[in-house]
């Protein structure tokens, strides 16, 4: 089993910028694809960014250019930076951690970030 645990949201500007961050417990963090999801109010969760055990990146197409995804194996953490925050970006965020070669698919509790002035 592997907890996430989700950090950084909250309230900013659009065009302002946030980090999240999702450390997750036990030892076989590196093997591991992350990825960042979001669900906004009355609407289906989406991908927004993930990264292989490769460090191979994907991001959906209204977050290319101002979002960064990255991973610290070190510290067992995924990152995203989130630049020229749109309202449209508003969302519940969410980490999850797949393995899919033993089955293994955990998400986070969840993070909010808000864009609004």
């Known amino acids: 089993q592997v907890q996430l645990v989700e950090s950084g949201g909250g309230l900013v500007q659009p065009g302002g910028s946030l980090r999240l961050s999702c450390t997750a417990s036990g030892s076989l963090f590196r093997f591991y694809k992350m990825g960042w999801y979001r669900q906004a109010p009355g609407k289906q969760r989406e991908s927004v960014a993930t990264?292989?055990?490769?460090?191979?990146?994907n991001y959906t197409d209204s977050v290319k250019g101002r979002f960064t995804i990255s991973r610290d194996n070190a510290k067992n953490t995924v990152y995203l930076q989130m630049d020229s925050l749109k309202p449209e970006d508003t969302a519940v965020y969410y980490c999850?951690?797949?393995?899919?070669?033993?089955?293994?698919?955990?998400w986070g509790q969840g993070t909010q970030v808000t864009v609004s002035s």
């Open positions: 999850n951690a797949r393995r899919p070669s033993v089955g293994a698919d955990y």
């Open positions: 990264i292989s055990s490769l460090r191979n990146t």
